[in-house]
């Protein structure tokens, strides 16, 4: 059971949008950063979010993040068949004093 | 370009121990705080250790004990001492780069090296 939750699978055509929710606590999503991860098989995670609703060099602004209270959001438009990959949320927990991440959603562009 | 490297993954008996590397470079490792990540097969992301600036390094629950992340500045590598293996304990397991200090944001990842802990 993942600290963060997030739901398993979403899905949506090529070209439309598409949110993934993350749920955390006061201890996580609440008083940290939240970041997202874009995980293909066989491959590197790579950050696609970092402080909420920040993007690294060389991500497009097709993806976007959202915190509000608890929760964060990830949102991905103009969706294209090179998007199907997990994604993660994660971010820092102090009751833990550790890392924690989503349980990863699977995203399929139909 | 950031780089990181790991090895040392294999095969391991249960209560076996396992030390792995992570060779870093395209960075000032000494300036930058780092973690390891592991995934299971047919499991998520799960974070496992991670080092800040100072030194400090945090554990997540289920390896606290029997693991021990380490760093080694003239090398600019990081290590992941790993002790009384069990099964669960098998995972490809990747070394990150933290963004900015906080270990909020890993923007580099390594490929990963697989951990498999079995008899």
């Known amino acids: 059971q993942s600290v963060l939750t997030q739901p398993p699978s979403v899905s949506a055509a090529p070209g439309q949008k598409v949110t993934i929710s993350c749920s955390g606590s006061r201890s996580n999503i609440g008083n940290n950063f939240v970041s997202w991860y874009q995980h293909l098989p066989g491959t590197a995670p790579k950050l696609l979010i970092y402080d909420n609703n920040k993007r690294p060099s060389g991500i497009p602004d097709r993806f976007s993040g959202s915190r509000s209270g608890t929760s964060a959001t990830l949102g991905i438009t103009g969706l294209q068949a090179g998007d199907e990959a997990e994604y993660y949320c994660?971010?820092?927990?102090?009751?833990?004093?550790?890392?924690?991440f989503g349980g990863g959603t699977k995203l399929t562009v139909l | 370009e950031v780089q990181l490297l790991e090895s040392g993954g294999g095969l391991v008996q249960p209560g076996g121990s396992l030390r792995l590397s992570c060779a870093a470079s395209?960075?000032?490792?000494?300036?930058?705080?780092m973690a390891w990540v592991r995934q299971a097969p047919g499991r998520g992301l799960e974070w496992v250790s991670g080092v800040i600036s100072s030194g400090t390094t945090y554990y997540a629950a289920s390896v606290k004990g029997r693991f021990t992340l380490s760093r080694d500045h003239s090398k600019s590598t990081l290590y992941l001492e790993m002790n009384s293996l069990r099964a669960d304990d098998t995972a490809v397991y990747y070394c990150?780069?933290?963004?900015?200090?906080?270990?909020?944001?890993?923007?580099?990842w390594g490929q990963g090296t697989l951990v498999t802990v079995s008899s």
């Open positions: 990150a780069r933290d963004l900015d200090g906080d270990l909020e944001s890993l923007d580099f």
């Open positions: 994660g971010t820092w927990d102090r009751s833990l004093s550790a890392g924690v």
């Open positions: 395209g960075f000032t490792f000494n300036n930058y705080a």
